[in-house]
């Protein structure tokens, strides 16, 4: 168990369809990843948010959001849903600092299947 | 700017045969290095992770990688698999505070056969 929750773990929902995906990040650690999987396009980094504050941005659709709330936990909203979007959804989070070698902690996912 | 490239996409061994995982990186800085696995429909688990200690690094369930500068390369080892190896395996670069500065490999799928 890594530590960081990550709710629903599965969700079907049709196209054109909103959805949230809910993290909490393991205790103590500030920064949220959140990363889409897909069997075509592989792993891909979405954002990253630091202590409530966006860090980075990755290949996040323009029809996804997300936010770090102050208890740290961090929600990613999928809006106008397509088939393409079906993936599992991980979340992942690391410890505070700067410098390279923070481990990052994955959540199990969430499974979106758009139908 | 950093890249890694982990040179199979799928890699099969016979149960109690020696693994081999190859990862070659990219990288402008002194990087951090990992590996991990991740079991069907489960999360991604640190397998080891090298940052500028030791150059030999030993991980979980028997698993091991060397850095070698000179190389590039930062290859994943095992002596002898087990049928329950069998999984995908990522190889990371970082020489950042993570996130987009933490690029992963696009796998390597290992199949173990009895």
């Known amino acids: 168990d890594s530590g960081v929750t990550q709710t629903p773990k599965h969700l079907i929902t049709a196209t054109g369809q909103r959805v949230t995906l809910r993290c909490s990040p393991r205790s103590g650690d500030l920064s949220v990843y959140w990363y889409q999987q897909s069997l075509d396009q592989g792993l891909q980094f979405l954002i990253q948010y630091y202590n409530g504050e966006e860090r980075a941005k990755g290949n996040i659709l323009e029809r996804f959001s997300a936010q770090q709330f102050p208890d740290l936990h961090s929600e990613l909203n999928l809006s106008s849903l397509e088939l393409g979007d079906s993936a599992l959804y991980f979340c992942?989070?690391?410890?505070?600092?700067?410098?390279?070698?923070?481990?990052?902690?994955f959540g199990e996912g969430s499974w979106l299947t758009v139908v | 700017a950093q890249s890694v490239t982990q040179l199979d996409s799928h890699v099969s061994v016979s149960e109690g045969t020696p693994v081999l995982l190859r990862c070659n990186y990219s990288s402008s800085y002194s990087p951090s290095l990992f590996w991990y696995v991740q079991h069907p429909n489960k999360g991604l688990q640190l397998l080891l992770k090298?940052?500028?200690?030791?150059?030999l690094v030993k991980g979980i369930n028997g698993f091991e990688a060397e850095f070698k500068k000179s190389e590039t390369s930062f290859h994943l080892t095992k002596p002898s698999a087990h049928m329950s190896d069998a999984a995908e395996y990522f190889c990371?670069?970082?020489?950042?505070?993570?996130?987009?500065?933490?690029?992963f490999g696009a796998g390597t799928r290992l199949f173990v056969k009895a």
């Open positions: 992942a989070s690391s410890a505070p600092g700067t410098g390279g070698g923070n481990t990052i902690y």
């Open positions: 990371v670069v970082s020489d950042g505070t993570g996130g987009f500065k933490t690029i």
């Open positions: 090298y940052t500028s200690a030791a150059t």
